[in-house]
């Protein structure tokens, strides 16, 4: 009598808790022995989920099996057969239409009417017991988060885990790194986060790997909000999409639950940190050039307000300021200027500009925003509104052709569960945007700018940090047609 022998295990924790692989096989070739049949192969799916069909050792035994290759199959228990209890009566009744016998080490199975049916209770007990367990658990786990326990350690820098408390509590050395990426980011403006690594590394500070610091390392800390002693735990889930894969979906924002640990920096630096990274305002294109552009990165056309590049280097290494749109399809006919002529040209502007507080409020006062414009941050929330109002008549226009039978029900569950999604993720993101417009965005005093000008020498590093510090942004328009470095530019400035 051939068998064969089947065994699956989905995670380290059932490995660890019994259903290690070498034990279901010991296990199942010590019931071949004891029934009398010989081995013939033994096929495994180690780390593949029992929730779905498609597994690569289960679906080599059933082609083999189709195949008449086998007598006798060899199973540790229905749960590692499959998980539904529908998926096991498929395999089932594959198996017995192929003349073999399934076999289980825990179970005894029997294909009498009776056998069947105790079969498929035991199934659906099982199934039940599996789905209590895990609502039991996912229930524990949120009372342990409202407690305000931390269910896992989520290895953060600046932070150790104790196990005994279930919480962090502050790494001193890993925190003053921290402050100190947090104050070159923020308060020096040296560069963005590859500039910060490269500091790092030089001085020789160990990163959260071990190894050397990298733009991500750095920009991940910038983004974590555990630094000013609160977070949110329980704002994700994962879904399984297959075997051995899944995705992470988003909670709705009620379900979300407010943690504390230990403060390692004030919130203010960390909302500021968030300001100069929505602004993209890093280093990450001027340090691939020896030179620093001055307007880089904040610099837009003053012809059809694209934003401006710079292009150019190569052999002569002449640079030049560059319109986004001046290149086909979407032609602007705004010429180029070379970067060190438009830089000096930007820097005598603002020294004019800036040569008292009067002269600053002024200019200020007069380039203000002309009446009835809207600036495009306003028009998001609005947007993201509209297209929630239609997303909620897509999902009532879907019930209602399920209703007529238009749809099937999974056409239609798939097609709801695409619209929540997206739904969830739109909310989430407008509840974001109303309460950071809520806040006043803070300004910094003509006085404090006029001196930051005044006082910054003709390096052009520090020009380009006085630069990013007080504008946010420069609307740049060439109007000469002369050839070499006689330009006339326009420069309309945006202070922060």
């Excluded at 020009?463 to 740049?476: F, P, S, Y």
């Amino acid at each position: 009598m051939n068998a064969a022998i089947y065994a699956r295990v989905s995670t380290d924790w059932q490995a660890e808790h019994g259903y290690s692989i070498e034990t279901q096989l010991e296990s199942c070739r010590a019931k071949a022995k004891e029934i009398g049949a010989t081995v013939i192969k033994e096929y495994i799916d180690d780390g593949y989920s029992g929730g779905f069909l498609e597994r690569p050792g289960l679906d080599a035994l059933r082609d083999a099996v189709s195949d008449g290759l086998y007598d006798v199959v060899i199973f540790h228990d229905p749960d590692r057969m499959a998980r539904k209890l529908i998926h096991q009566l498929i395999i089932t009744e594959e198996l017995e239409k192929a003349g073999v016998s399934p076999v289980f080490v825990l179970e005894r199975f029997d294909s009498s009417p009776e056998g069947q049916m105790n079969y498929q209770m035991k199934g659906v007990f099982a199934e039940y017991e599996r789905a209590k367990i895990r609502e039991r658990t996912m229930r524990g786990k949120r009372a342990k988060l409202r407690a305000g326990k931390a269910i896992c350690d989520s290895h953060i820098y600046g932070y150790d885990f104790d196990r005994a408390s279930s919480s962090y509590v502050v790494n001193p050395a890993e925190a003053a790194v921290v402050r100190r990426v947090y104050h070159l980011y923020v308060v020096e403006r040296v560069g963005g986060c590859e500039s910060i690594a490269d500091i790092l590394n030089a001085d020789n500070i160990p990163s959260p790997t071990g190894k050397k610091w990298s733009p991500s390392s750095v920009r991940n800390m910038l983004s974590r909000p555990h630094y000013t002693g609160h977070y949110y735990a329980n704002t994700t889930y994962h879904k399984k999409t297959g075997p051995r894969s899944e995705k992470r979906l988003p909670r709705p924002r009620e379900e979300w639950i407010e943690m504390s640990c230990p403060q390692i920096l004030p919130a203010e630096m960390h909302e500021k940190a968030l300001a100069i990274k929505a602004g993209q305002r890093t280093y990450k294109v001027w340090k691939r050039n020896e030179k620093v552009a001055l307007l880089q990165g904040i610099a837009y056309c003053g012809s059809c307000g694209s934003r401006i590049y710079v292009s150019g280097g190569g052999k002569r290494g002449r640079r030049f300021y560059e319109c986004g749109a001046a290149r086909a399809p979407s032609y602007c006919p705004a010429r180029l200027m070379e970067v060190p002529v438009a830089d000096d040209l930007f820097w005598n502007v603002l020294e004019q500009i800036c040569k008292s507080p009067a002269a600053l409020e002024k200019y200020i006062d007069k380039n203000v925003t002309e009446k009835g414009s809207r600036p495009a941050a306003a028009e998001k929330p609005e947007k993201i509104a509209r297209r929630l109002e239609k997303i909620a008549g897509e999902k009532k226009a879907i019930m209602s052709w399920f209703s007529q039978s238009l749809l099937t029900q999974s056409e239609a569950t798939e097609r709801l569960s695409a619209l929540k999604s997206e739904e969830l993720r739109l909310q989430s993101e407008l509840a974001y945007l109303r309460s950071k417009s809520s806040r006043e965005p803070e300004k910094i005093a003509p006085s404090d700018i006029c001196a930051a000008v005044a006082t910054c020498s003709v390096d052009l590093a520090a020009r380009r940090r006085v630069v990013l510090a007080v504008v946010e942004r420069v609307d740049v328009l060439r109007r000469d047609f002369n050839y070499g470095h006689k330009y006339i530019v326009d420069f309309k400035i945006k202070f922060k």
